[in-house]
């Protein structure tokens, strides 16, 4: 999703017609600006000469009449530019999002989510100011040089000279700032970004933070992250701040010039008052162009220096592309060859000549210590790990060769951590459905997770919003709607990794119950387990040990041929 040449030239051709329109417009603003202080000149020479009264309404009307013009062009240039950076704006943003999506872990790892949230934010913010406002006065200023500077040499050829004698430091005094605001900018939002990661950590653990009595802990690491922050925005104010006194010094020194230059030339008549008005005017236009040279620099390496910081990730590759061409339909056949595996910042293998085979219909069960490569075998399956290839074949085609969306279509997984969204109970629970499902399908899984009753109970039942990740319900709770959520899938093949871990042993027995009932063979379920309850009428069980298959074989064969099994077994009260 990376874009290829400048962004600016690239945003340009996306969105020409707006971008046109809102520069036809400009300039035309800037024509009609740049002639109605002769107008004003016309006037005022028409009343110090004494002219009928007519003659001063007609200019009245067409001092009106232009101002009017004037306000119409201004509306219509910041409508149609407006559009073109906000779209540009738009197109970043969703290309950064639609490059997070498809990340594999690695990823994750080295960039805090946070940080990535600036970039989506702040970052793109900065980067739609740049080819919005920042291309926006460099234009303004110099079509205003090139049809305010004429107009004043046709005024007063010798006042223009004189007057704007002091006008060529402004840009070199701005682009002296532009320089310092830059690095102090790029400075700025890296802190940012550490302090909305830092933020966005704390909220997520909130409730570890509270159990541990850490809240002053984390405030006073949070006000030592503001207080750099807030030190790195003062700097770029402080640069900042000069912009104002630099543009007064321009507009000050030519005023006080043209009183001394013009003060003659009116006395003797040379000159009109009204030229006098009109010149100072232009002299005041002509400073906004100095600064809008080094202001719209300023702004356009803002947005750089942001783009930069999304550039560096938009360039970063996924390790688990998604190169298949192949699209399966249904689920028949899951085989592993000879898989191993290991994590990119760790010294031994996390699985180790991993080789079994799945049929559809099947109850499979997983087992085996903490830490023995249980769940990384499912994120192998399910790739949200980049497996070795000729290792892993779903219907008899290597997993690198199908389309990752129609993989993923036909498998659903419940994490061991339920992750649920601000949203309804029944939006949550409908989250991998194709299109809508029925109030009734929604309590059948309900019921057969055994949450409806639960449900029932709360204020507004199935329409109940969830706050953050689930965050007002307990575990147990969100670990049966993710259940529900992935039974309601048309996905085939379902992976439960220790999803009911947070259930007490009776509500499990009621669960495993009604999915041999209502499931069967109708899904082909992977189950991990601690509890081999859950596992015990599966029709092969995989014990995993230090990353290798132990043994395979059913509940009453493992007890004989597995130690760890067995040691199992016995912890829970199962006999030889």
């Known amino acids: 999703m990376l874009i290829k040449g400048h962004p600016l030239w690239f945003y340009i051709k996306k969105h020409k017609a707006h971008f046109l329109l809102g520069m036809f417009f400009l300039l035309l603003t800037n024509l009609v600006d740049g002639l109605?202080?002769?107008?004003?000149?016309?006037?005022?020479?028409?009343?110090?000469?004494?002219?009928?009264?007519?003659?001063?309404?007609?200019?009245?009307?067409?001092?009106?009449?232009?101002?009017?013009?004037?306000?119409?062009?201004?509306?219509?240039?910041?409508?149609?530019?407006?559009?073109?950076?906000?779209?540009?704006?738009?197109?970043?943003?969703?290309?950064?999002?639609?490059h997070l999506t498809t990340m594999g872990p690695q990823f994750f790892k080295k960039n805090q989510i946070g940080e990535l949230m600036s970039l989506i934010t702040n970052d793109v913010q900065s980067f739609r100011q740049a080819i919005g406002s920042?291309?926006?006065?460099?234009?303004?200023?110099?079509?205003?040089?090139?049809?305010?500077?004429?107009?004043?040499?046709?005024?007063?050829?010798?006042?223009?000279?004189?007057?704007?004698?002091?006008?060529?430091?402004?840009?070199?005094?701005?682009?002296?700032?532009?320089?310092?605001?830059?690095?102090?900018f790029k400075t700025q939002q890296d802190k940012l970004a550490e302090l909305s990661g830092f933020s966005q950590e704390t909220v997520a653990g909130i409730r570890v933070i509270k159990s541990f009595a850490q809240e002053e802990?984390?405030?006073?690491?949070?006000?030592?992250?503001?207080?750099?922050?807030?030190?790195?925005?003062?700097?770029?104010?402080?640069v900042d701040a000069l912009f104002g006194p630099v543009m007064q010094f321009g507009i000050a020194s030519g005023t006080v010039i043209l009183l001394f230059v013009a003060a003659d030339d009116i006395v003797s008549g040379?000159?009109?008052?009204?030229?006098?008005?009109?010149?100072?005017?232009?002299?005041?236009?002509?400073?906004?162009?100095?600064?809008?040279?080094?202001?719209?620099?300023?702004?356009?390496?803002?947005?750089?220096?942001?783009?930069?910081?999304?550039?560096?990730?938009?360039?970063?590759?996924?390790?688990?592309?998604?190169?298949?061409?192949?699209?399966?339909k249904n689920f028949e056949s899951l085989e592993v060859r000879n898989l191993n595996f290991q994590f990119p910042e760790s010294q031994t293998p996390a699985l180790k000549n991993i080789q079994f085979e799945i049929k559809a219909g099947q109850k499979v069960g997983l087992v085996g210590p903490?830490?023995?490569?249980?769940?990384?075998?499912?994120?192998?399956?399910?790739?949200?790990?980049?497996?070795?290839?000729?290792?892993?074949?779903?219907?008899?085609?290597?997993?690198?060769?199908?389309?990752?969306?129609?993989?993923?279509?036909?498998?659903?997984?419940?994490?061991?951590?339920?992750?649920?969204?601000?949203?309804?109970?029944?939006?949550?629970?409908?989250?991998?459905?194709?299109?809508?499902?029925?109030?009734?399908?929604?309590?059948?899984?309900?019921?057969?997770?055994?949450?409806?009753?639960?449900?029932?109970?709360?204020?507004?039942?199935?329409?109940?919003e969830l706050g953050e990740r689930g965050v007002n319900l307990s575990g147990g709770q969100k670990q049966r709607l993710t259940i529900a959520r992935g039974l309601m899938t048309r996905a085939p093949l379902i992976l439960l990794d220790d999803s009911l871990s947070a259930v007490d042993h009776k509500t499990e027995k009621t669960i495993q119950a009604q999915l041999n009932q209502q499931v069967g063979t109708k899904k082909t379920q992977v189950i991990v387990s601690h509890r081999l309850s859950a596992v015990e009428n599966a029709d092969q069980i995989l014990v995993l040990n230090q990353g290798e298959i132990e043994a395979i074989g059913t509940h009453t064969e493992l007890i004989q041929k597995s130690p760890t099994y067995r040691r199992m077994a016995e912890i829970q009260g199962y006999r030889a």
């Not at 223009?160 to 320089?179: M, S």
């Not at 620099?297 to 938009?314: E, H, N, T």
């Open 217 to 238: 802990n984390q405030l006073k690491a949070y006000n030592r992250l503001s207080l750099v922050f807030e030190k790195m925005c003062n700097r770029v104010a402080s």
């Open 270 to 328: 040379v000159a009109s008052i009204g030229t006098f008005v009109a010149f100072q005017r232009y002299i005041h236009k002509m400073v906004w162009p100095m600064t809008a040279l080094g202001f719209g620099v300023s702004q356009f390496q803002k947005g750089m220096a942001s783009y930069s910081r999304i550039k560096d990730v938009l360039i970063q590759e996924t390790d688990i592309p998604d190169n298949g061409q192949i699209e399966i």
């Open 370 to 464: 903490v830490g023995s490569g249980k769940t990384t075998l499912l994120h192998l399956l399910t790739r949200l790990y980049p497996a070795p290839r000729g290792t892993i074949w779903v219907n008899g085609h290597e997993i690198q060769d199908i389309t990752q969306r129609s993989l993923r279509l036909q498998m659903a997984m419940v994490p061991q951590e339920p992750f649920l969204f601000s949203d309804s109970i029944s939006e949550n629970m409908m989250l991998g459905l194709e299109g809508e499902a029925t109030a009734e399908d929604v309590i059948h899984w309900a019921q057969v997770v055994d949450i409806k009753n639960e449900i029932d109970d709360l204020p507004h039942q199935f329409q109940s």
């Open 36 to 98: 109605y202080p002769l107008v004003i000149k016309r006037g005022i020479d028409q009343i110090v000469a004494g002219q009928p009264f007519s003659e001063i309404a007609q200019t009245a009307v067409l001092f009106f009449l232009t101002m009017s013009f004037l306000a119409a062009t201004r509306y219509c240039w910041r409508v149609f530019f407006g559009r073109y950076h906000t779209q540009a704006a738009e197109d970043l943003r969703n290309r950064i999002f639609q």
């Open 134 to 184: 920042g291309v926006l006065v460099l234009v303004d200023g110099v079509t205003i040089i090139f049809i305010v500077l004429p107009l004043m040499f046709w005024l007063q050829p010798d006042w223009t000279l004189k007057t704007l004698v002091f006008l060529p430091l402004v840009p070199f005094l701005i682009w002296k700032l532009t320089q310092l605001i830059f690095s102090r």
